[in-house]
């Protein structure tokens, strides 16, 4: 009897290992990754021009323009002016031709505008500063997805395998009440039962199999490389569920010291402080120095070859268009500088439930090895009283311990995940430089 239930079980599992290599098959390994690919090699990419990316690269070239614009202005201008003129000259003139053509060069330079200039260059400082930490943190956030994704492509194997082997199991119990049907020894409803058991576990495993599929083409397009995708994949052991988490004070001070997005918000404050003092002298007075040089076909006693002087230009009355847009440029200012206080307290929050949630999952995670070991265990000694023939759970023990590396993988992700979401609000690359470890851990 146990024979024939061992030949029936190298059957249905021949079987739902072609389909398996079916599925091997229809995904070719992409010759733009590495074969099999892992998290480093993933995360490799990541500074790559993907369209997430791109948005924030044009928003910092922009930046760029910007304040090579606002510097532009406070340039010297250099003007060529050519006139050509054919007059009725008056009969007292000395010079009695009607061509009166001339050649102006000039050029003109601001020298001094009380403080508008310098505070219109300082705003797009700041606002280049701010879109450079929001690169950064669209990178990290980059990163971040990438993570997610792969764990998600990992589960989802061994989700798929899970439900490969249970449904195995159940398909061999079904097979041998029909054959007891056979025999008179249990009923149709038996049989029908004992289907609609397998037709649910056979359902499951075919979704885990489209879900394999999926997860894969959301890694790919992570990876920017969506027309190929990730043939096989390398489960991450990075062992973070020993790291040493540092205190929630520590944490916070570096956070708040290097936080992309907060510094983005500051840089934003800055730059709205600029453009206040920017609008207060937009009307005010400039100090100009110009110089000019002529050349006239009709030379005439008044007319000068050359010239230097200063002008300063006094504006009387500009109607209230400079308290107008003092106004605005104060209240954008404190907009940013509610959005830059919302975006510390924010801060603070996260830092607070990242730490939190790795103190918990790494109590999860000693739970999680506990219950792998007694599955291990447990399934060791299915195959020792399967081999004495007490009894025959051996495919469900081992479908039990597929579903604890399962779970066991689910919670190094949402370890992994915590810590580079750590990383990102801490301003440093996610899981570049992993924490120090505690080897002492168990």
């Known amino acids: 009897m146990l024979l024939g239930l061992a030949r029936r079980c190298s059957i249905v599992s021949l079987s739902l290992g072609l389909l398996s290599s079916l599925y091997a098959e229809e995904i070719k390994p992409s010759p733009g990754l590495p074969e099999p690919l892992t998290l480093d090699a993933a995360l490799s990419l990541a500074d790559s021009m993907h369209p997430s990316l791109e948005s924030a690269r044009a928003e910092l070239d922009l930046a760029h323009a910007r304040l090579e614009k606002s510097t532009a202005d406070d340039d010297v201008r250099i003007q060529l002016d050519l006139r050509t003129r054919i007059i009725d000259p008056v009969p007292s003139a000395p010079d009695h031709s009607n061509q009166d053509h001339s050649a102006t060069l000039w050029l003109e330079k601001r020298l001094y505008d ?25 990178t990290q956030q980059h990163r971040i997805e990438i993570v997610k994704r792969f764990y998600e492509a990992v589960l989802a194997d061994l989700q798929f395998y899970r439900y490969n082997e249970e449904m195995s199991v159940v398909y061999i119990a ?41 997860t894969r083409a959301r890694l790919a397009d992570a990876l920017n490389t969506p027309e190929t995708l990730p043939a096989t994949l390398v489960p991450p052991t990075l062992g973070l569920h020993k790291a040493i988490i540092p205190e929630y004070e520590e944490l916070l001070k570096v956070a708040f010291d290097k936080n992309p997005a907060l510094l983005a ?42 010239g230097i002087g200063l002008k300063l230009e ?10 107008a847009e003092t106004a605005q440029s104060l209240a954008d200012l404190h907009k940013l500088q509610a959005q830059a206080r919302n975006t510390e307290n924010m801060l603070r929050e996260a830092v607070l439930e990242r730490w939190l949630e790795l103190d918990g999952l790494q109590s ?23 081999e004495m023939e007490f009894k025959a759970d051996l495919g469900d023990a081992m479908t039990r311990v597929s579903e604890a590396a399962h779970d066991m993988m689910q919670t190094d992700y949402q370890i992994t995940l915590a810590w580079a979401e ?21």
């Open 174 to 214: 079904l097979d041998r009440l029909r054959i007891r049907r056979d025999l008179k020894q249990v009923s149709d409803l038996d049989v029908l039962e004992a289907d609609t058991a397998y037709q649910k576990i056979r359902h499951l495993r075919y979704k885990s199999l489209n879900d394999q599929r999926q």
């Open 364 to 386: 999860k995670r000693k739970q999680m090895e506990s219950i792998r070991d007694y599955r291990e265990l447990y399934l060791d000694r299915s195959r020792a009283m399967y």
């Open 114 to 138: 009380f403080g508008a200039q310098d505070a219109a260059d300082q705003a797009a400082e700041f606002d280049l500063k701010g879109q450079e930490q929001r690169l950064i943190s669209a």
């Open 422 to 442: 750590l990383d990102a609000l801490l301003g440093r690359k996610p899981l570049v430089q992993l924490p120090p470890m505690n080897e002492k851990s168990k």
């Open 314 to 323: 006094v504006p009387l009355y500009v109607g209230r268009r400079s308290d």
């Open 265 to 306: 918000a500051r840089a934003q404050v800055q730059a709205a402080e600029a453009r206040v003092e920017a609008a207060r002298h937009k009307f005010g007075p400039v100090l100009k120095a110009d110089a000019d040089v002529n050349a006239y076909t009709r030379p005439i006693g008044s007319r000068e070859n050359w």
